[in-house]
């Protein structure tokens, strides 16, 4: 079975800082993506980034990026240059490819102070 | 192109009833799963559902059921509802190719409320 652990309920970080959410996972799958989402206030679920298990680069999209350790199987989710506007719950989740569902965490809650 | 989109946004049952909610994908997405979040038990993985079969159920009772059209909407359907299933519902639709899977766009959901 696929889990999915974040271990900070909640989290705070100054404007312009950098802030790192983490996240460890565990799957039998060989073949399986990771993500992080973003649900803001809104409750729209967001993509933020995305992992392919098979890849060493850690992925990175503008100011987020992932610190992939595979044999660890942990998948951190770095915000740097935070904004007011990345205030917000964020997931991490799995995906196994023969499973064709997403594993989600319980979520980090994301305060920005100004 | 346009998002997923689900609807109601809203809608408040009573205990007993029945609701059917819809979800139409992003264009040239055959895949649309649907999940529940609530407080207590976060999001769950209802099913998945590919070119109008299912192909993936999580762990909820038979009251509980979906399916897909030719078109790739997809309805799912709570019979004989419960308190305990007032809920946000999240639908989202996953484009692949070659194995490979590209993501998943959330729509904004409907949330469920049972009185």
């Known amino acids: 079975a696929q889990t999915v652990t974040q271990s900070q309920p909640e989290m705070s970080v100054q404007e312009a800082e950098t802030v790192t959410l983490s996240c460890t996972y565990d799957?039998?799958?060989?073949?399986?993506?990771l993500f992080w989402y973003k649900q803001p206030p809104s409750r729209q679920m967001i993509l933020v980034i995305r992992?392919?298990?098979?890849?060493?680069q850690n992925a990175t999209e503008n100011r987020f990026s992932v610190n992939f350790q595979k044999a660890a199987k942990s998948f951190s989710l770095k915000i740097s240059d935070s904004q007011l506007g990345d205030a917000a719950m964020y997931f991490c989740?799995?995906?196994?490819?023969?499973?064709?569902?997403?594993?989600f965490g319980t979520g980090t809650l994301l305060a920005v102070q100004p | 192109k346009a998002g997923v989109t689900q609807t109601p946004r809203y809608l408040i049952k009573t205990r007993g009833q029945q609701v059917t909610l819809s979800c139409s994908p992003i264009?040239?997405?055959?895949?649309v799963s649907w999940y529940q979040q609530t407080p207590g038990q976060g999001l769950q993985f209802l099913f998945e559902?590919?070119?109008?079969?299912?192909?993936n159920k999580g762990n909820f009772p038979g009251r509980f059921s979906g399916r897909q059209f030719s078109n790739s909407r997809s309805e799912m359907n709570v019979s004989t509802l419960e308190l305990g299933d007032s809920a946000l519902y999240l639908c989202?639709?996953?484009?692949?190719?070659?194995?490979?899977?590209?993501?998943?766009?959330f729509g904004s959901g409907t949330r469920l409320t049972v009185v």
């Open positions: 559902y590919f070119s109008e079969t299912q192909r």
């Open positions: 264009s040239g997405h055959r895949s």
């Open positions: 799957t039998s799958e060989s073949d399986y993506y």
């Open positions: 989202a639709s996953s484009f692949t190719s070659g194995g490979a899977n590209y993501g998943y766009t």
């Open positions: 989740a799995s995906h196994g490819g023969a499973t064709n569902k997403l594993i």
């Open positions: 992992q392919e298990a098979y890849k060493q």
